[in-house]
């Protein structure tokens, strides 16, 4: 086992990562031992990994901050960094390292004044004597005023500071910023890769695997919940009936209200799983009564808090809608491929007797246009328009196309 064990799929990844953890260990024995610093390199201190989701920009970053923390004596004997055992690596990994901090977020955007505690800790030096790592997981929700905060810390980095972005694409990273990275691009996983992890790391039962793998399109982390989330799989099966409810009008805005609600729903089981504890977190941390009466001088950052979990619920819901638009879209895809005759492996086998109607009861073209209005309606819900509207739209043009 390694730190590249759960990097699915991405060898060409883990090969230039692991090459360039090596070099960044060599770097760090030659300045311990105060001996020559190597003039080439192929490690660097700032990276941006983008691929689409799924692809395991996070893990692959995780990864790396494993191999940069590794102290495994094995590497003195030429071992490579990143044995996945050591405590560098397995701290690294959990997320408790001391010199790897993981900025993700829940909300819609990362702001100015985030940005700003982050580049503060990125000056401070490792107390590990290794690198001091930060990984910015959602690098494409910076405003355009954090970005500008980052790009200073990126262009004038701290030494043996690592700064390591995910982001979906280049496009959705400032061109300043992606300028001064080394790009990693990773790549979709194949479907059987992500069957065999999910059984190997997880448990699953193979057919299952197989199954949510192939439903899911090799997305890891989807797959995952697919197999151990009920509600979830209960929800999958009701978005993708929608194709068969949007008859007449009437239909078409009894499914869209339907898919709203079960965003909502989505929104609300995560919030019952943790604005509760945060919220009773928050207030043994600010000293409340037995009764709940809280201090004095309080008010205000249990006002944040709310403020806070408020903007978690509407980024959730949104998220829960686009992975159901997703759904919505690989089905479409898979009536395609039937009117198409081709030989791609449907994602809904279990459904083969439904899309064999749908296609053959339309075009191809039809059945283009309607892939058009769900991504017509996945740009709306970028734009911020109200997302009752804009699924009545595409259901509407569901009916229509």
Known sequence: MTVWDDLVGQEKVSAELGAAARDADTLVTAVAADTPVPESSKMTHAWLFTGPPGSGRSTAARAFAAALQCVSPDRALGGAPGCGFCDGCHTSLIG???DVQIIRTDLLSIGVKETRDLVRRAQMSPAGRRWQVIILEDADRLTEGAGNVLLKAVEEPAPRTVWLLCAPSIEDVLPTIRSRCRLLTLRTPPVDAVADILVRRDGIEPDVAAAVARATQGHIGRARRL??????????AAVLKLPLRVDDVGGCLKAAQELIDAASEDAKQVAEEI??????????????????????????????????????????QRDSL?????????????????QFGTNLALANTEMRDTLDRLAHGSSPEATLRRIEAIAACREALDRNVAPLLAVEAMTMALRAG
């Open 96 to 98: 408790t390292h001391a």
């Open 275 to 316: 604005d509760v504890k945060e919220t009773d977190d928050m207030k043994a941390a600010l000293g409340a009564s037995q009764g709940g009466r809280m201090p004095r001088g309080t008010a205000g950052v249990m006002k944040e808090l709310e403020d806070k979990q408020k903007r978690r619920r509407t980024r959730t």
């Open 322 to 338: 686009d992975l159901a638009l997703i759904d919505l879209t690989a089905f479409y895809r898979d009536v395609l491929a039937l």
């Open 227 to 236: 197999a151990t989330d009920e509600r979830a799989r209960a929800r999958r």
